[in-house]
């Protein structure tokens, strides 16, 4: 499984922030600038330097202008799994503390999660 974490060129653009795995890994999958996912994210009430639930990754990702759907795992699958299944496409996925993108079969994650971690759910854009 390869990890990209050179997200220095979308993170770091609002100062301050802190805890904001849910806004870039929705400028990542979502294909929009941090700032422009930083707002839609504030809009459903996140506020600056807090992590965010995956109702407001939902409802964010809907004011992308295309459609969205939000899928929780109905039996844990792991990212490895996630990701050798969903090889095509752009999507939100999340564990129960943390948000990451996955774009192609690529892993978009600042914080290297493991493989073999279970997802709680996914949102595919």
């Not at 600038?33 to 330097?49: I, T, V």
Request: some cysteine.
């Amino acid at each position: 499984m390869k990890v990209y974490i050179d997200l220095k060129s979308i993170r770091g653009t609002i100062k301050g922030e802190a805890r904001d795995c849910g806004v870039t890994s929705l400028s990542i999958a979502g294909g929009v600038s941090y700032r422009e996912a930083w707002e839609l994210l504030f809009n459903w009430g996140r506020d600056k330097g807090e992590g965010v639930s995956p109702f407001q990754l939902e409802m964010a990702s809907k004011g992308l202008n295309r459609a969205s759907k939000h899928f929780s795992a109905m039996s844990k699958v792991t990212l490895s799994q996630f990701i050798k299944t969903h090889s095509k496409g752009r999507f939100i996925v999340y564990t129960r503390n943390h948000a990451m993108a996955v774009v192609d079969g690529r892993l978009y994650d600042c914080n290297m999660t493991r493989g073999q971690t279970k997802i709680e759910g996914f949102i595919t854009l």
